[in-house]
């Protein structure tokens, strides 16, 4: 059985009705293993850059960045790279910085935030992002984004850096993409006028679900209540999907729900043409898009939207998709 998903890993994702959907890749490090992915995906949805500032006495220098991103923007040739600004607190701590204790790390000084309280970390980042853009298609994205505001800090952050830049006399291209992880449950709700500010957006489902259902995504003592069918989840998803696309603007799934089959069935009737995922659930997710008509796959989102719980959602999509391994 896993031979015959496996045959998929290099088939095009389109729907028997014909529809098209990018599956890219979530990147961590860049090993030469974690990099082998790129024969095999459209692109990276999710490049975390956790990795090069974790397990280190000292911060990554700018020349260091931008090496390791000219490298990935090289090897992808044309096709995206979403580069996820730095994502550090909550269960990512860092070495390298000395952050003080917090009871609810979580809901703390975490990636964007922390970004804005260290202008010369964030700075960095995105100046070696930026000299690195002309090597390829970069695609730039915020994490942990809750308000309107993050977005005009974040913006505002971009701006100056761009200015520096051009003052330096140093390339860049003017085309690299802006946009936001919608992971925070108020920037789903308010998709509508992020919609407006940014190029594309990039749906978290593992913090979506964490803040959606008020549980520690870490905790095995709530694991039960951490549930990712749960239809107030998909409500969520589908309004922020909703605001994007009535937008024009790219959306993508990047977390794990993306490279779930189950979960990848329902996001695919709800409108979304990219799912971002690890490399073992690429050849799966391939077979699930060659299989399902995506007018099922409509049919099954309005479903599992009208249902009440995640064990309900579930069942259903067992059922719904068995002949589809
Ligand atoms: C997510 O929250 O779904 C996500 C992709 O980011 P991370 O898992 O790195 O927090
Ligand atoms: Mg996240």
């Not at 701590?93 to 990636?111: I, M, V, W, Y």
């Not at 909703?242 to 490279?259: A, H, I, Q, R, T």
């Given at each position: 059985q896993q031979d015959q998903i496996n045959t998929f890993i290099n088939k095009e994702a389109v729907s028997p009705d014909g529809v098209r959907?990018?599956?890219?890749?979530?990147?961590?490090s860049v090993s030469e293993q974690a990099l082998e992915g790129e024969k095999y995906t459209d692109g990276v949805g999710l490049f975390r850059t956790e990795f090069l500032y974790l397990g280190r006495d000292s911060l990554p220098t700018e020349e260091e960045q931008f090496e390791i991103y000219r490298a990935v923007l090289t090897k992808f040739g044309g096709r995206p790279v979403t580069l996820r600004t730095l994502d550090i607190g909550g269960?990512?701590?860092?070495?390298?910085?000395?952050?003080?204790?917090?009871?609810?790390?979580?809901?703390?000084?975490?990636?964007l935030r922390l970004c804005f309280d260290r202008p010369d970390i964030f700075r960095t980042q995105l100046r070696a992002a930026f000299r690195a853009s002309v090597y390829g298609n970069l695609w730039l994205m915020f994490p942990m984004v809750a308000s309107i505001d993050d977005i005009f800090r974040a913006k505002q952050a971009v701006f100056e850096v761009k200015k520096e830049l051009t003052d330096e006399n140093i390339a860049f291209s003017p085309d690299v993409k802006l946009g936001i992880m919608i992971e925070i449950p108020s920037i789903a709700l308010l998709a509508d006028f992020a919609a407006k500010e940014v190029d594309f957006a990039s749906i978290g489902t593992n913090d979506l679900c964490q803040y959606t259902m008020a549980v520690d995504r870490l905790n095995p003592a709530v694991n039960e209540y951490y549930q990712s069918y749960n239809p107030a989840l998909f409500r969520l998803i589908h309004l922020a999907a909703?605001?994007?696309?009535?937008?024009?603007?790219?959306?993508?799934?990047?977390?794990?729900?993306?490279?779930d089959r189950l979960g990848a069935a329902v996001l695919m009737g709800l409108g979304v043409r990219k799912l971002s995922m690890n490399i073992s659930s690429v050849a799966q997710i391939r077979k699930l898009v060659n299989e399902l008509p995506m007018k099922k796959a409509e049919q099954i989102a309005a479903n599992v939207l009208a249902l009440s719980s995640a064990k309900e959602a579930e069942q259903y999509l067992n059922s719904a998709l068995k002949e589809i391994l």
């Open positions: 959907v990018d599956i890219e890749l979530n990147l961590a269960d990512k701590k860092l070495g390298c910085l000395n952050l003080p204790h917090e009871e609810n790390p979580f809901l703390g000084n975490r990636a909703k605001s994007f696309l009535e937008n024009g603007k790219p959306v993508c799934v990047c977390g794990e729900l993306g490279g």
